[in-house]
Structure formats: C-alpha cells, structure tokens
C-alpha cells in the first residue's frame, strides 16, 4: 500500500485532501515524491511565514530543541518571556496568553471577554457581536462565534450568546447593539476563508468608535492576517485602531503550533491564577521559532511585502479570466470566471500550489518569496485562469 492510500486509510477523512504528498522544499518551492517541484502560494496556510526550512529559523528551532524542548507554565522559560516582551513591544498591547492554535487563542479571547463583562456588568452583558461570513475555528464555542450557518449543524447544542451582524452595516450594526447591550464585538479585518472580504476602513472606524464609547470590547481575530501578512505586523495597524484584545496564531512562528492572545491596558488584568491555562503554550520551541520569525519580520520585509503585493495585484487585476482581485500585503483572492477548483488543480498540474476561499483563489506566499519565483508562479497562475 503507497502512504496516500495508507493515509486514507488510517487518518480520519476528514479532508478533501489533492493528490500530492510533499517531502521536501526550500524556501518558496517544494518537491512531490515522485521528484516533480512546485511553486509554493499556500505557505501552509499562511503558516510558513518565512518559506520552507529558512535557515536561520531551523537553526534556532533545533538549538532550543537540543537545549530545552518543554518545562510546564508553573516555571519560567527563556524563549518564552522574550517572545512575550518582543510582541508587546511591538503591537502596543500589554501582556498575552500563550496557546497552541487559532481556534485556541479565539476560545481564550471570548473566555477573557466574558470575564470583563462579568467583573464589571454581572450578568447583563453576556452576548457577543460577531460578523456573518466570518471565520474564528473549529472548537464548538469558537463554530458558534463563525456567523455562517454551514457551520451549525449537526454538532449542536451550540454555545449561546452569539449574535451575528452583517460586514460593513454599520447601522444594522448600531440596531443590534441597541438591541442585544453586547459585551463585545469579534471581527476579523480581512474575512480570509469568507473569501478574502477586506472590512471598509470607515466601517471599522465607526465599529471601534462605537465599542469604545460603550465600554464594548473590541476583539479582533488576527489568527490569518497576523505577523506581516498584510504588510505591517497586524492587519489593525492599517485600520487606525486599537483592539482591546487580538489572538493571533498560523505564521507566528513560521510553522510551528503557537497561538497568542493580546491584552491592552483595559483587559491585560482579567484573566487571573487559574482562569485559563495550556499544557504546550508558549512551548520553548515554538517560542524560539516565533522569535525567529520577529527577528526577520522588520520593516524592510513589511515593505517588500507590501511592494510584492502591489506587483501581485497589478499583474492580475485585469487579466484574462479574472474578475475582480481583494486583500491586502501577501493575502490575496482573485474571483475567476472559471470554478476556482478547477483553477487550483490546474495550477497544481503545472507546478503552483494555491488555495481556495470560498469562490475564489486564494494566495499565501511565503513574505520572503523572491520576486523572480513570485514571477513564475505568476505565469502559472495567469495560464490556468485564462485557460
Ligand atoms: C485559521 C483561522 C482560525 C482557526 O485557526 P486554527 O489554528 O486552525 O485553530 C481562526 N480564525 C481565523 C481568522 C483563521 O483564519
């Protein structure tokens, strides 16, 4: 039996997986078994921040495995509190809990949330604004907060006090709030598996206007728009706003499992001994993979990011097959005129490997990828949709 029969198998199927299994790569490009190589636009899911098995990253990830893979949260560790000073120091936030995974660190966000509305409104501010066509995980609490209905079936009872609001209504938006007296407001800045839907910046705007005068949180789930995706650090950066709380988590640590959930001045003391905790949060590992990750997430690469993705959108927008391109730095959705599944698989024959969302195109590249590999896998792209 080959491994991808033997995968089908033995792992639970729970996805749709392509007909490829990947052995090696560096930096933006990859290598199937049979030895055929691919572009790489999907970085893991925006988790491979710096590409495949950059240097400096795998460096630091195999000393601090020689050194000190794990010690529990109950004691200090290096990479860990250097990792928490450099985030904070970067985002403007005050302090922040360590966990494995988006979905995590959105179920840390909500339970310090709730804590807030608790500590100061008792019972009275129990619900929770979040946006249709929104995305926050896969745990039953973090599926309830996703504001699409595909999403809650069949895995009920659901998690309550969840009320959705539709993207860029700001008077809707007003209406529920009046209506429902909310202890916070979820949104993600740019939807990405909804589709890559960039929120109005004016929208925003008046959102965090609106949360601030009422003492409404506002949290913001950078788990896919984080740590340079858009070209500056966090995707809020753009918005001229400040989140009361945002977790992040994908390209944290370039393709480890980490999660983070950020505390501002008004949230940074809810969550006390013994309100949340994670065995593997914070790991040295992945801590040392995260900081490694900062380390070369400087200005320069934002800017190449940001230049990149300029090139990336001028080359596309009026292509051939193409209806309309959205995003913002290296995440990217272009609308084709062809059923973006046959697109994606076109691109994967020919050696590029890209995403979905929704009924788009999705892409991810690695923020270090070359502009002569970003090039190529560009033609490839621009092939499969005139085709
Ligand atoms: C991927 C994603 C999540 C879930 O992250 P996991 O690590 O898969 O749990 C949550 N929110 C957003 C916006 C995401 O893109």
Redesign the pocket.
């Known amino acids: 039996m080959d491994l991808k029969q033997s995968s089908d198998q033995y792992i639970a199927q729970t996805y749709k997986r392509n007909d490829v299994l990947f052995i090696e790569g560096n930096g933006s490009n990859v290598k199937d078994e049979m030895g055929k190589e691919y572009i790489d636009f999907g970085s893991g899911?925006?988790v491979n921040t710096l590409g495949i098995a950059d240097t400096k990253w795998a460096d630091a990830v195999c000393e601090q495995v020689r050194t000190l893979q794990h010690m529990s949260n109950l004691y200090y560790t290096e990479p860990q509190s250097k990792l928490a000073q450099q985030l904070c120091a970067r985002s403007g936030m005050r302090n922040v809990f360590f966990s494995?995974?988006?979905?995590?660190?959105?179920e840390c966000m909500i339970k310090a949330a709730r804590k807030y509305a608790s500590d100061r409104y008792g019972d009275k501010r129990q619900t929770m604004i979040t946006l249709r066509n929104?995305?926050?995980?896969?745990?039953v609490t973090?599926l309830s907060a996703t504001g699409q209905d595909a999403f809650h079936k069949q895995f009920g009872p659901f998690t309550p006090g969840f009320v959705y609001a539709e993207p860029d209504d700001i008077e809707e938006l007003q209406k529920l709030v009046a209506a429902h007296n909310p202890g916070a407001i979820m949104i993600?800045l740019i939807?990405?598996?909804g589709g890559v839907h960039v929120l109005d910046r004016g929208y925003v705007q008046t959102l965090a206007k609106l949360c601030a005068e009422k003492d409404i949180l506002l949290l913001i789930?950078?788990?896919?728009?984080g740590n340079g995706r858009t070209g500056t650090l966090y995707a809020y950066m753009q918005y001229g706003i400040e989140p009361d709380i945002f977790?992040t988590?994908?390209g944290l640590a370039g393709g480890l499992?980490l999660?983070a959930t950020l505390f501002g001045s008004k949230t940074k003391d809810v969550l006390g001994p013994g309100d949340h905790g994670s065995t593997f949060g914070g790991n040295p590992v992945c801590a040392a993979g995260a900081l490694a990750v900062l380390e070369q997430l400087d200005e320069t690469l934002l800017a190449e990011v940001r230049q990149k993705s300029q090139y990336t959108i001028a080359a596309l927008s009026c292509a051939k097959g193409v209806k309309s391109v959205t995003g913002m730095g290296l995440m990217l959705g272009i609308e084709p005129e062809h059923p973006a599944a046959d697109v994606v698989a076109d691109c994967l024959q020919a050696g590029l490997v890209v995403l979905t969302a929704k009924t788009k195109v999705r892409l991810l590249p690695a923020l270090t990828i070359p502009q002569e590999v970003l090039e190529q896998g560009i033609a490839i792209l621009l092939d499969a949709l005139a085709k």
């Open positions: 899911i925006a494995n995974s988006g979905a995590e660190a959105n929104s995305f926050h995980g896969r745990t973090t993600e939807q990405g598996e789930d950078e788990v896919q728009t977790s988590a994908k499992p999660g």
